[in-house]
């Protein structure tokens, strides 16, 4: 089946420092990838997306591209800030044939930035 | 805010009773799905509603848990029979199917403890 595997964490980051976080996929067919975030407290929030080979998704400063010769979509940010501390979850949305694109989600990643 | 929205955000119950799940998806949003997450782990799929249709169960979800979603507009997700096993985070999503892909989002989740 589908699987996702990111980088373990925790990550600690002094702030304005480079941020890479890897994330690797198994999938049949031409997924859509996704990085998601989650901030204390809050629900699930899509960050960026990419839906097909050499897409880049990017938003607020991150970024992602869809590899497929590496089966990669890892998450990039020149410079990090207190705000981004948060954790991280790659995922991959497939048709599943029974009418649903579920996503299959990784681990996560818990970033921390300190000033 | 015409976001998703699940209702009880935390329960706590002891092991053996019966506890319900509601969720209110964006209003034109035609798929809703139900994860969960436990502790450092990412969301993992349940269920899928297209309409008030359930076209997918994943096999997490045990003959304890049942989902329904009549008209499809809110739905509910109960658990029979609550065993520790079942203490995690329960989140609802909807979406509307975009060109390439179908983006979900996510409501806060509940919070279900088992004692």
Known sequence: GDSVTQMEGPVTLSEEAFLTINCTYTATGYPSLFWYVQYPGEGLQLLLKATKADDKGSNKGFEATYRKETTSFHLEKGSVQVSDSAVYFCALEAYSGAGSYQLTFGKGTKLSVIP | ?115
């Open chain 2, 1 to 115: 805010d015409t976001g998703v929205s699940q209702d009880p955000r935390h329960k706590i119950t002891k092991r053996g009773q019966n506890v319900t799940f509601r969720c209110d998806p964006i209003s034109e949003h035609n798929r809703l799905y139900w994860y969960r997450q436990t502790l450092g782990q990412g969301p993992e799929f349940l269920t899928y509603f297209q309409n008030e249709a359930q076209l997918e169960k994943s096999r997490l979800l045990s003959d304890r848990f049942s989902a329904e979603r009549p008209k499809g507009s809110f739905s509910t997700l109960e658990i029979q029979r609550t065993e520790q096993g079942d203490s995690a985070m329960y989140l609802c999503a909807s979406g509307s199917v975009g060109t390439y892909y179908n983006e979900q989002f996510f409501g806060p989740g509940t919070r279900l403890t088992v004692l």
